[in-house]
């Protein structure tokens, strides 16, 4: 049979509105903060070939509609009514679980006997063991410092629990009643997904319901790849950087080349760095994978608003992802912060876009996204309560024609604020301010969006804060056309005696009653150059307090007499500049760095380092740079620019240490100009 359009329309509706009540099913039954505030979850109906094609439009996650289910149901072959699979495991799952705290649920739906669809569920685990609480550190080597491993299982059989598996979970995990909840609202939200398939069939027949899955994602398709006939025929590329590796100063690079052909795209990662011995490396399998490709969605649907939400937005895209990268690491690597490097992937694709079409795009949002996690003795049970503050993200980007919006970041903005009373009634903590952080968005005809500020006074012993993901304290959230790039990320501490100290990046920070902590978040990009903004729009910045006076003349050439612009004397300011345009504003640290380390020359390196064993190739990367630069700073000391200006003559080293490299790998002499 064949479905007409109008009944399709009707079914892409139908199957969309079914996907978000399981995810209100899950929202309002959930336990913990992560679920029932946060919305660190998703639902959807998948195929039989284990694809999404019904999914929410507007609540939970919303960049995994293009995960596969797939490895998961294969691993059994006998699934029956009322089963019910639970997985975590990176690996097995080839990227459907992508850290540990993220618990996958699936359950076959049956009619007369006959599977027709998956029901697919996910949340984020408030903890599931692993070296440190809520179980993810940067700090990390390996998965098996994460927490518990779960390859696929059958926490439901038939209906009933699976109460062995269940009792080692929950003996593995520091908070076993709230994830006891919180796997009950999965359940839950699994059967609401059941009866709307019922419903369906009853509605339209079994057959056309079956048929319509592919249809549905075929007409996404479609539809998305009239989208991407907007962006030029080409091949572009693009870097960008996450600060440091955490177990050395050195910082990843990620590179993206991207070929556009008729609205099909394809994403090579070569060139990017190889996994990390922390846990920063994102477990994709080396395929297409919503982390490597959701700036690219993101472009569809700012351009159609109107296409339906499925796997089939992803089919004009192919990706190459070479294994033992950052993007494609292989066992046992750790990926408990993968998020950090998936929100600089989409900077990297954000900037690659920017290159095809420039008038098309916006400038890079913060590029941080930090669940900010506090840890209290749990007086009731001798363990310990585990629980996210707020997640805090930066201000977007600006575009031609809007300023960023402040304190909200595009790239991955699914997370939502936890209300201020709800937190304090959960956690020993007293928030002091939670803000938009003044002066933090990059300047430009249009403006960065401001980054958020968080000030919180601890009120009991013996806690601690994690924040997972904490980055661009080195290199900023770069400008467009002029723009200027955003402020930094800071994060301090005052101790209850008085003493400031600046932390840097939050791996776990011990903190007393008394102690009061200030995070700070960086603001987006601006657009366009600075002088070009109309001076009022400057003043109305300072009025409000997102600006300096000072900054407004240092950054904008707007001269203010009170609460007034000075027209004549900003007049004569913005003349004796003349406003540039174009290209991008990476700052002075990415400038200094590129001057020794740039496209060809990392090309070479990662290509010779490839060639190593992994265990190998990190501690040799990190020498490298160590004898290159006399010894990388760590992030936020030393900044990197005053480094190479006193070590002197860094990219006649960077040459030589690639020609000794060469020699080593292939047995002959190479010249310097050979190696670089």
Not at 222 to 238: C, N, Q, S, W
Not at 262 to 283: E, W
Not at 510 to 529: A, E, L, N, S, W
């Given at each position: ?164 598996f269940l009792r080692i979970f929950r003996a593995n995990s520091r908070t076993p009643g709230d994830n006891a909840g919180d796997i009950k609202a ?373 001269v203010l007499d009170g609460d007034a612009v000075n027209e004549e004397a900003t007049k004569a300011r913005r003349a004796g500049a003349a406003p ?97």
């Amino acid at each position: 049979m064949s479905i007409d359009p109008i009944t399709l329309e009707i079914l892409s509706n139908k199957v969309g509105a079914a996907a978000e009540e399981m995810s209100h099913t899950l929202q309002r039954t959930g336990r913990t903060l992560f679920v029932k505030e946060t919305a660190d979850f998703a639902t959807a109906l998948a195929d039989l070939t284990g694809k999404f094609f019904g999914y929410p439009r507007a609540i939970g996650v919303s960049n995994y509609m293009d995960l596969d289910c797939m490895p998961a149901i294969a691993a059994f072959d006998d699934l029956a009514p009322g089963d019910v699979i639970m997985t975590n495991h990176p690996f097995e799952t080839e990227g459907l679980a992508t850290h540990l705290p993220d618990l996958h649920m699936i359950q076959p739906y049956f009619h007369e006997g006959r599977i027709v669809a998956y029901g697919w569920c996910f949340i984020h685990c408030s903890d599931v063991g692993g070296r440190v609480p809520s179980s993810i550190s940067p700090s990390n080597t390996e998965i098996h410092q994460e927490g518990l491993l779960i390859p696929p299982v059958k926490v439901m059989v038939g209906g009933r629990e699976n109460r062995d598996f269940l009792r080692i979970f929950r003996a593995n995990s520091r908070t076993p009643g709230d994830n006891a909840g919180d796997i009950k609202a999965m359940i839950a939200s699994l059967a609401t997904g059941e009866a709307r398939v019922a419903d369906l069939i009853a509605q339209h027949g079994v057959e056309a319901f079956v048929e319509s899955q592919e249809a549905l994602q075929a007409y996404a398709g479609a539809k998305a790849r009239a989208v991407l006939r907007r962006i030029p025929d080409g091949t572009y590329e693009f870097s960008d950087y996450l600060d440091d590796d955490f177990t050395s100063p050195v910082p990843i690079r990620l590179k993206v080349r991207m070929t556009v052909s008729d609205g099909l795209v394809h994403l090579d990662y070569a060139g990017t760095d190889g996994q990390v011995a922390s846990a920063y490396n994102i477990p994709t399998g080396g395929k297409r994978h919503p982390w490597l490709t959701l700036r690219l969605i993101a472009f569809i649907l700012t351009y159609d608003k109107t296409v339906a939400i499925n796997a089939g937005l992803y089919r004009n895209f192919t990706v190459a992802a070479e294994a033992g990268t950052v993007v494609n690491p292989v066992y046992p690597a750790a990926v408990g912060a993968r998020h950090a490097t998936a929100t600089r992937v989409n900077d990297v694709l954000n900037g690659v876009l920017a290159k095809a079409a420039p008038h098309l795009m916006k400038a890079p949002s913060g590029g941080v996204t930090v669940p900010v996690v506090f840890t209290e003795p749990n007086r009731e049970t001798g363990g310990r309560k585990v629980l996210v503050l707020e997640p805090l993200v930066g201000g977007s980007g600006a575009r031609m024609g809007a300023d960023g919006v402040d304190g909200r970041d595009s790239g991955i903005a699914n997370l939502a604020n936890n209300p201020i009373e709800t937190v304090e009634s959960s956690a020993s903590v007293r928030v002091r301010s939670f803000a938009l952080r003044a002066g933090s968005g990059g300047a430009g005809q249009w403006r960065g969006g401001l980054g958020l500020s968080l000030e919180f006074e601890v009120l009991a012993d013996d806690c601690q804060v994690l924040g997972r993901g904490t980055e661009r304290f080195r290199f900023a959230p770069w400008g467009m056309e002029g723009g200027r790039e955003g402020a930094l990320f800071q994060v301090l501490v005052t101790r209850a005696d008085g003493t400031r100290i600046d932390v840097g990046k939050l791996d776990v920070l011990g903190v007393d009653k008394g102690d009061v902590v200030t995070i700070r978040t960086p603001g987006g990009g601006g657009y366009g150059h600075p002088f070009l903004r109309e001076a009022r729009a400057v003043c109305e910045d300072v009025r409000r307090g997102f600006l300096g006076a000072a900054d407004a003349l240092a950054l904008y050439g707007v001269v203010l007499d009170g609460d007034a612009v000075n027209e004549e004397a900003t007049k004569a300011r913005r003349a004796g500049a003349a406003p540039e345009s174009g290209g991008f504003a990476f700052g002075a640290e990415r400038d200094a760095w590129e001057t020794v380390f740039g496209d060809g020359i990392m090309d070479v390196l990662n290509a010779l380092l490839g060639r190593l064993p992994t265990s190998v190739r990190q501690k040799r990367r990190a020498a490298i740079f160590d004898r290159v630069l006399g010894g990388v700073p760590r992030t936020g000391t030393t900044p990197i620019a005053e480094r190479i200006a006193e070590t002197g003559d860094c990219a006649e080293r960077m040459k030589r240490e690639l020609a000794s490299l060469r020699t080593e790998l292939d047995g002959a002499p190479a010249s310097l100009d050979a190696a670089a």
